[in-house]
Nanobody, 128 residues
Framework: QVQLVESGGGLVQAGGSLRLSCAAS????????MGWFRQAPGKDREFVAA???????????YYTDSVKGRFTISRDNAKNTLYLQMNSLKPEDTAVYYC??????????????????WGQGTQVTVSS
């Protein structure tokens, strides 16, 4: 059974950094698209970043415009773990962050409904 467990959230001041982790289990995830989404209070869930496999050891990374240059998505296949390094955090980054996996590699990495399994979420709060 596939399980995704996020960790690493917390309270940080604006300008600070956090690294989120998503430990995956139940199968090997190296060839699947994995992503991060977030949901702020009163707002819809939104795409943050994703990484897709293009063959061999090559992966592509995708980001929503608001986090480009500040966030970095990465994966450690040996550990079956997905990461999101978040730098220069802003109050508007405050949200619950979720990781997810698309077992069909749909190609629509920004669409939440394409993902098959989700973690329980981890809270990130950025104070001004």
């Amino acid at each position: 059974q596939v399980q995704l467990v996020e960790s690493g959230g917390g309270l940080v001041q604006a300008g600070g950094s956090l690294r989120l982790s998503c430990a995956a289990s139940g199968r090997t995830f190296s060839s699947y698209t994995m992503g991060w989404f977030r949901q702020a209070p009163g707002k819809d869930r939104e795409f943050v970043a994703a990484t897709s496999w293009s063959g061999g050891n090559t992966y592509y990374a995708y980001y929503t415009d608001s986090v480009k240059g500040r966030f970095t998505i990465s994966r450690d296949n040996a550990k079956n773990t997905l990461y999101l390094q978040m730098n220069s955090l802003k109050p508007e980054d405050t949200a619950v962050y979720y990781c997810a996996v698309d077992l069909e590699n749909s190609g629509s990495y920004y669409r939440g409904y394409e993902y098959d399994y989700w973690g329980q979420g981890t809270q990130v709060t950025v104070s001004s």
